[in-house]
């Protein structure tokens, strides 16, 4: 069946889908920015010959929270999918929690004084083709990280922000609020939003209600480019459990539930049935 949307026309469409509940502000944002997000980024990932590095985990409570990980182990699965070689970059305790099921890169926390050092040493070493950040704490004024409440976090989070910056390679960066790494592109205009905002930029930034749903949106792509549906295999319920069962908690309600950013699952899960529609890669004959 031929695609009834070209990549530029799903690319908008799927833009505009990520911010229709506009629950932080991220509309507001997007209006600043140049369409075709989407449809950049996923050609980044698309055009990896092999390593892509998959920066993600949010400190929240001596813990992490469920919006990044989900999104992140959705795109890991698909990229291995197509026979690349992702690799989760994280601290603890998200990185103790992934490492024995996925290959994963050990952030070391609270160490921005040999953050840099430590980055561009990793970055020769891992050699990517992308480098790819879905709600990681980004710097802020001072070199700190703050959450929401705003409140000063940095002990509890690793440097990912020179992976991005000093990239020899394409980078993309996802978030939801303001204070994420790639946020920088469009801190100028953040005023509005009650936010310590990022400054760190990227060369994509990809802006969504939930920085997980960001992820499907780029595989919705890979798999029109692919003929695959590889959206058909992501089970958010089950990597929320898998998640649970590891200490995970939302975001915004601190409690350890299967819900991401106060949305039940069933959010994320329509989502994805509407970006299969969308790209044209759902069989036409399953009952969505």
């Known amino acids: 069946m031929p695609h009834s949307l070209s990549d530029e026309q799903l690319s908008q469409a799927i833009e505009n889908m990520m911010v229709e509940q506009n629950l932080r502000g991220m509309q507001n944002l997007y209006a600043y920015q140049q369409t075709g997000t989407y449809l950049r980024a996923a050609k980044s990932l698309f055009d990896a010959k092999s390593t892509v590095l998959i920066g993600t985990g949010f400190a929240v ?10 999104g992140a182990i959705a795109l890991y699965n698909a990229l291995i999918t197509l026979g690349k ?14 490492k024995n099921e996925f290959n994963c890169f050990e952030l070391p926390l ?26 990681r704490p980004g710097l802020c004024h001072g070199n700190k990280y703050y959450n929401m409440r705003g409140i ?16 020899p390679c394409p980078t993309v960066a996802i978030g ?34 939930v920085s ?15 003929s695959q549906d590889l959206l058909a295999e992501v ?18 309600t601190h409690k350890n539930e299967l ?17 299969r529609q969308l790209s044209g890669v759902a069989n036409q004959n399953e009952d969505l």
Not at 188 to 193: H, N, P
Request: hydrophobic share 40%; glycine share 8%.
């Open 152 to 167: 000063d976090i940095s002990a509890d989070c690793g440097c990912f922000d020179f992976f991005v910056s000093q990239a």
């Open 85 to 98: 070689n992702p690799i989760l970059v994280c601290g603890n305790p998200l990185y103790s929690a992934l």
């Open 259 to 275: 819900t991401e950013d106060g949305l039940h699952a069933m959010h994320g899960q329509q989502l994805i049935a509407r970006l």
């Open 176 to 209: 939801d609020g303001g204070n994420e790494i790639g946020m920088g592109n469009l801190s100028q205009y953040m005023t509005e939003l009650s936010i310590m905002p990022c400054l760190t930029c990227c060369d994509e930034l990809l802006l969504a209600d």
């Open 61 to 70: 409570k001596q813990t992490f929270e469920t919006d990044g990980p989900v």
């Open 235 to 252: 089970d958010t319920l089950a990597i929320l459990q898998y998640l649970s069962e590891r200490g995970s908690v939302d975001g915004v």
């Open 212 to 226: 997980n749903w960001a992820a499907y949106g780029i595989i919705a792509f890979l798999s029109r480019w692919h």
């Open 110 to 135: 609270n160490n921005f004084t040999d953050a840099m050092a430590f980055s561009k040493a990793a970055l020769a070493e891992l050699k990517p083709d992308c480098v790819l950040s879905i709600e």
